[in-house]
């Protein structure tokens, strides 16, 4: 299916949560989602923008849209406690390693999360966690845009409000930064549809060939592939005119 932003009322603006779409093949067993699917590796979680992100999720029960984030054969660990509460968990391994999984979600938002612990056994060893959800496909309907946040190649939306979302994102067009290429044309034409519309217009989808000249050879440019970059809706705005 095409999506388009008019296709779908993607927030209930009562209850604060943002729809998902999903589409089955029950002939294959197979489930896609027209929302891209993030995994977050522990060493992208070592940035101020992830860490204020993670620090708003709620933990709560495992639901079938966390069991969409895991591998089948994994589910089940999302119900094992972490071996920090049971030495003896399914999950642990020699008492003291964990493979644990935790359920969360966001309440700005809504997006379900799932944890992934990993701690290698005894002391002083390996002890993190990774993180899967899926972007949204779109903002609010009363958020503005107002700020991109690139970083460690996670893509973050600041609204006019100051949340912090993750940058709305179809799970055909992945989203990428420093090289010429189909990533940073994505980014681009994003940037270009929320640049034009004065930040109004922030569902996800936008085709490549909307990308402003100036903005793609931002997207494109090496520079933006170190450290942490943002621009502001006002710069954006500012490369429609160069």
Not at 23 to 47: F, K, M, P, W, Y
Not at 212 to 218: E, F, R
Request: hydrophobic share 35%; net charge negative; charged share 20%.
């Amino acid at each position: 299916m095409t999506y388009e932003a008019h296709d779908l009322n993607l927030t209930d603006p009562t209850k604060g949560y943002l729809n998902f779409v999903f589409a089955s093949d029950t002939r294959l067993g197979t489930v896609t989602s027209l929302n891209a699917e993030l995994n977050i590796e522990a060493q992208q979680t070592q940035t101020p923008h992830f860490q204020e992100w993670r620090s708003r999720l709620v933990p709560c029960e495992p639901s079938a849209m966390h069991c969409m984030l895991v591998e089948s054969t994994k589910i089940p660990s999302l119900f094992h406690p972490c071996v920090t509460e049971d030495k003896d968990s399914p999950s642990a391994v020699r008492g003291s390693g964990c493979t644990c999984r935790r359920a969360f979600y966001d309440p700005e938002f809504g997006l379900p999360v799932v944890g992934e612990h990993f701690k290698h056994v005894g002391t002083g060893g390996t002890d993190q966690w990774a993180y899967q959800t899926y972007a949204p496909l779109d903002l609010r309907p009363d958020d503005t845009f107002s700020r991109f946040i690139t970083g460690r190649s996670l893509f973050w939306a600041r609204t006019e409000k100051g949340d912090l979302s993750i940058l709305p994102q179809l799970e055909v067009l992945g989203y990428n930064v420093g090289y010429s290429g189909g990533g940073p044309y994505a980014l681009a034409a994003y940037l270009t549809q929320v640049a034009m519309t004065d930040g109004r217009s922030t569902a996800a989808g936008p085709l490549h060939e909307k990308a402003h000249p100036a903005i793609l050879a931002w997207t494109t440019s090496s520079a933006t592939d170190r450290g942490t970059s943002e621009l502001t809706l006002s710069e954006l705005k500012a490369m429609l005119q160069s």
